[in-house]
């Protein structure tokens, strides 16, 4: 990989634009290094004020041609078609990143009709404010120096880890939609303040904060949250009388029901995907 590497990020949407974001904060890229492409005019042109790249709308060759590593962040049903249109211009030594979710790499590397490294990205939503959790797999042609390489493009928008591809379904439903999950638990926990008095802004500032501290503790700390969660126990006292009655609602098999339907349903989306995608030679 060259010192300085030139990037095409094709569909610079709400992930694509964070990637770019972090990758232009961390430094390890500079704006000439990077074009993005989108589909429209009108972004393309607010995208290049805002982060001041070249965006082109309709040139996903063009942004390819003169690429060493090349992005996508397009919608999943928009995958075969960009594919199509960039394979021409995917030479030996490029790298490719695919962020679409549930489009597997053998789907990828059929529709290129190329040999070369192909990466599969999942990052979750707070990847915009630089706190994202993102799980990368990758084909067998990948080096190790690449999958640092592309580990550190992730590490600008938070942490990655590496799997293997059937995982990313599991990565999809904890991670990826982790945030949803999450955010319907600071819902409640501020409708349980409002119904107990407190304001809404109160309500609203305790809850968040309780999530992220409570996040940060586990992280930091390195210790389960079994343990933490004892920690906040007194015998015969309040936090024990609210997790008797979360536990017989459940809370914690809900949880796991939930990733476990969102895993089998990640599946069955990359089934067909693999059913309605053909392959021209
Ligand atoms: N959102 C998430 O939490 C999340 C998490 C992990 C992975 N992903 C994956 O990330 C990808 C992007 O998701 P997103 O939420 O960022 O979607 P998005 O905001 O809708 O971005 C998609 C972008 O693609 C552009 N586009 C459409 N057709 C194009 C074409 N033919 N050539 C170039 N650009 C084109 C659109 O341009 P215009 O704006 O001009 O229409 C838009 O900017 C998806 O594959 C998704 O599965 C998303």
Request: charged letters at 15%.
């Amino acid at each position: 990989m060259s010192v300085s590497p030139r990037y095409a990020v094709l569909g610079a949407g709400n992930i694509g634009s964070a990637v770019i974001g972090g990758m232009l904060k961390s430094g390890i890229a500079v704006p000439e290094q990077i074009t993005a492409t989108v589909r429209s005019r009108e972004h393309a042109d607010e995208l290049a004020g805002q982060l001041n790249i070249r965006v082109l709308h309709g040139g996903n060759l063009s942004a390819v041609e003169t690429a060493d590593v090349v992005i996508l962040a397009v919608k999943p049903a928009v995958m075969p078609k960009v594919l199509q249109e960039i394979r021409w211009a995917l030479r030996d030594g490029r790298i490719l990143i695919s962020l679409a979710a549930a489009f597997p790499i053998a789907l990828i590397e059929g529709l290129t009709g190329r040999r070369m490294p192909v990466f599969r990205a999942m990052p979750n939503i707070p990847c915009v404010v630089g706190a994202g959790a993102t799980g990368i797999a990758c084909n067998a042609l990948a080096t190790s120096e690449q999958k640092q390489f592309v580990e550190q493009i992730f590490s600008a928008i938070g942490v990655t880890c590496f799997v293997e591809e059937d995982l990313l379904h599991a990565v999809t439903a904890l991670s990826g939609s982790g945030p949803a999950y999450i955010y319907m638990v600071i819902e409640a926990l501020i409708a349980g303040g409002l119904k107990q008095g407190l304001s809404h802004e109160i309500s609203t500032r305790l809850a968040e904060q309780t999530v992220l501290g409570a996040a940060k503790l586990v992280k930091d700390t390195g210790l389960h949250p079994a343990i933490l969660r004892d920690q906040v126990i007194t015998p015969g006292g309040v936090t024990i009388s609210a997790i008797h009655e979360l536990e017989s609602h459940g809370l914690r098999s809900m949880l796991i029901s939930a990733v476990e339907t969102a895993t089998e349903h990640s599946r069955t989306v990359t089934s067909k995907i693999v059913e309605r995608t053909q392959i021209s030679e």
